[in-house]
């Protein structure tokens, strides 16, 4: 037999030296799993400080208050909440109550400055109607050590709402509802890799029809996702990382690690079916799909990397984390897979499940594909004006958006403290979030205390904030921390509104004329504030330079300037339609009662961002693999029509397929109580929902087949621009019989 003429490119030299030493790259991939994953546990990772998640003048505050002794740079303040439908605080049961709570909390030496509504001038603790009031204290030292102590501190005001059932009496604040939400955001994780692996697995059994073609796929992508973790450790002591990058590098790295695999074993399979030998098949499948995903891997990171140019270290560690994850993903797909395809040839068909069992693939692609693309080949112009007015309409809700940071109203009713949170929230408008003034003078001095005093004065004739105005002096008398209650609910326009009266209007004629003093604001409104202007001045430079060098890459990769433009264009066109499905969701409130949330009026303030960069690149992902098909047919001798036609038909399937899969694993995470899982959990299914359907069928075939052979348009001042051969020759000696499946 004589084998296919070997291909030079990477991914097929890759693919050839891994089945030519089988036991080294597998046995070598798993070594290199174990290792990182013990080495990741080792090291440990570090994560961004409180003081580093802000910017702007929200993190210079934060810096003033931690550098002056503050734990954070908010009070760890928990609170208490007294609340009837038929008593008043007047009443001599419920001032029994309130008192019962403050005796079972004043003694504990973990807190400090306890306020009861019953002691002194504290009528800024009782409601309007007087059936609601709070008990108020801090807790001492740290972040860590105040959720080290609350357990106890709650279980004492539980047993006091036990003996008032007529009341209703709950506990949140700082250490109890963060470490409560944050034991239901580990256990959602958990959650999400429960459900999306088995939900994964059952797809690609419905696509492969056999265990084994199925689990090598996911197993892949699992052991890359536990790479990428282990090794992320490493570069989070020199930038930290974000708590939530365990969740991004499964969201990015099951979708792309099961992509991968898949665009390669398919080829493999068809190529099978065709009649090759598994040596040429093997080879065909690295030099074409290896190379496709070589090529998406890289503009995937492209796309990834832009989230470094954002200055936020929580996108800078989103960047880091799933460029590790794809470059990890791509190596196992380019490496692992052809050892194992070389060890098993036909043997990957092991474990074929009744029913589900497949043919091979049809080269020319299945007859469904064939009726669903025949419409847009038919009439060009019909299916590219329908389907681009489909995404624009979908994008229209895109001019509206809004971001906001996400607080406790954004999640689920049932998560742990909401309720009680809620009920601050509506009795005691600002009390939940306030904003925090931090000043550096003497505040010994005269002219600081006359300063704080016309502060409060002004906050009372404010209609954006009210009192009580709570200043707490460090011991060394040097920084004061000023807590101001604002309006609204910390994220809306009120409280935006209140944050800049108060940093324009009421600040500089009061603490502002301080001499030689520095002040800041921090808190929940200024940093979301804050981040938002952030990001509009940060995203212009990520998206053009994700833009920029995507083009660059794909014009290099089919020498065309038409293609990597319209690339470009098709992509942006799916984003901004999963924008406006976001925007219309979740802004707009549309879907609440089907999803289970409350919305907060805005949509995460991380997401616009962050979406694009990873729904850019996932999309490159179909864009590449399609095309290199087409050009693959058109290289061979077809002419533009018949290679668009070929192309687009023959990679239908498993574009679905691997659509299906990462939409499948996207949803898991609309499911989970967090609003900003949901959010981009609906965004990323959403595009890439579009990008297999409406795109991939309708525009991209249209807009190939209108350009005819301006598809290929190069300027001749870029034929220096190397060559990249997409031809696959046909085999040279009679084929093998390739087995048939029923």
Do not use: C
């Amino acid at each position: 037999m004589t084998p296919l003429a070997q291909s030079r490119n990477l991914a097929a030299r890759m693919g050839r030296w891994s089945a030519s030493h089988w036991k080294t790259a597998v046995f070598g991939w798993l070594a290199f799993v174990i290792a990182a994953f013990a080495i990741g546990s080792a090291v440990g990772t570090k994560t961004i400080d409180e003081t580093d998640q802000n910017v702007g003048e929200a993190r210079r505050g934060d810096h003033i208050l931690q550098d002056a002794g503050y734990p954070q740079s908010s009070p760890i303040t928990e609170i208490v909440i007294l609340q009837s439908t038929t008593k008043t605080i007047d009443d001599a049961g419920f001032r029994a109550a309130v008192d019962e709570v403050v005796d079972a909390v004043n003694d504990l030496p973990t807190i400090k400055n306890v306020r009861s509504p019953l002691q002194g001038e504290n009528d800024a603790q009782v409601s309007k109607d007087r059936r609601t009031a709070l008990v108020e204290w801090d807790m001492k030292g740290t972040q860590d050590v105040a959720e080290k102590n609350v357990d106890k501190i709650v279980a004492a005001t539980d047993k006091v709402a036990k003996a008032h059932p007529d009341l209703y009496i709950g506990q949140a604040g700082s250490a109890s509802s963060n470490k409560a939400l944050n034991a239901m955001f580990a256990d959602s994780l958990k959650d999400a890799g429960t459900r999306s692996i088995p939900l994964t697995l059952a797809i690609l059994l419905i696509v492969f029809g056999s265990l084994l073609a199925a689990g090598v796929p996911l197993l892949l992508a699992l052991t890359a996702v536990a790479a990428a973790i282990g090794l992320n450790a490493l570069p989070s002591h020199f930038i930290p990382t974000s708590e939530d990058v365990a969740a991004v590098i499964l969201l990015v790295g099951l979708a792309v690690g099961v992509d991968y695999v898949l665009f390669y074993l398919t080829r493999y399979r068809e190529e099978r079916a065709n009649g090759r030998s598994e040596q040429a098949a093997l080879e065909a499948a690295a030099a074409t799909s290896g190379r496709s995903v070589l090529i998406s891997g890289v503009t995937v990171m492209i796309a990834m990397a832009g989230m470094l140019f954002s200055g936020d270290k929580t996108f800078m560690s989103f960047s880091i984390a799933t460029m590790l994850v794809v470059a990890i993903a791509m190596l196992g797909s380019l490496t692992v897979l052809p050892a194992l395809l070389s060890r098993l040839g036909d043997g990957i068909e092991r474990g074929r499940i009744p029913y589900l069992g497949r043919r091979r693939r049809n080269p020319g692609g299945s007859r469904v594909w064939a009726r669903i693309l025949s419409p847009a080949l038919r009439h060009p112009v019909i299916a590219a004006v329908g389907s681009a007015a489909v995404l624009l309409v979908m994008a229209v809700p895109v001019l509206h958006l809004h971001t906001a940071q996400s607080g406790f109203e954004a999640l689920s009713k049932n998560a742990p403290t909401v309720e009680t949170l809620t009920k601050i929230q509506d009795s005691f408008e600002g009390e939940a979030s306030p904003a925090s003034v931090a000043v550096r003078t003497d505040t010994d001095s005269v002219a600081f205390k006359n300063a704080a005093n016309e502060l409060k004065a002004r906050v009372v004739e404010s209609s954006r904030m009210h009192g009580p105005v709570n200043v707490e002096i460090n011991p060394a008398h040097t920084v004061a921390r000023i807590d101001i209650p604002l309006n609204g609910s910390g994220v809306d326009d009120e409280s935006n509104a209140a944050l800049k009266e108060l940093r324009e209007q009421i600040l500089p004629p009061t603490v502002g004329q301080l001499d030689r003093a520095e002040y800041a604001v921090t808190g929940g409104t200024a940093a979301s504030a804050d981040f938002n202007s952030a990001m509009k001045k940060s995203v212009p430079i990520v998206f053009g330079f994700v833009l920029t060098f995507a083009f660059l890459l794909l014009l290099v990769t089919f020498r065309s300037v038409v293609v990597a433009a319209k690339a470009i264009v098709l992509n942006l066109l799916s984003v901004a339609a999963a924008y406006g499905a976001v925007v219309a969701i979740f802004q707009y409130g549309w879907g609440e009662n089907l999803l289970n949330f409350n919305s907060n009026g805005g949509i995460a303030n991380w997401l616009p961002m962050f979406m694009f960069v990873i729904l850019f690149g996932l999309s490159m992902d179909y864009h590449v693999f399609i095309l290199s098909r087409v050009r693959e047919a058109y290289d061979r001798g077809m002419s533009t029509d018949e290679a668009v036609e070929h192309g687009i038909k023959s990679t239908a399937g498993v574009v679905t397929s691997a659509a299906i899969v990462m939409v499948g694993a996207f949803l898991i995470f609309a499911t989970l109580p967090f609003l900003d899982f949901k959010e981009i959990g609906i965004g990323l299914a959403v595009a890439v929902l579009l990008d297999a359907t409406i795109v991939r069928a309708f525009l991209l075939p249209a807009t190939l087949k209108l350009l005819g052979d301006w598809n290929w348009y190069l300027p001749k001042w870029l034929e220096w621009l190397p060559q990249i051969n997409h031809e696959t020759e046909a085999p040279t000696a009679p084929p093998e019989s390739a087995p048939v499946y029923a």
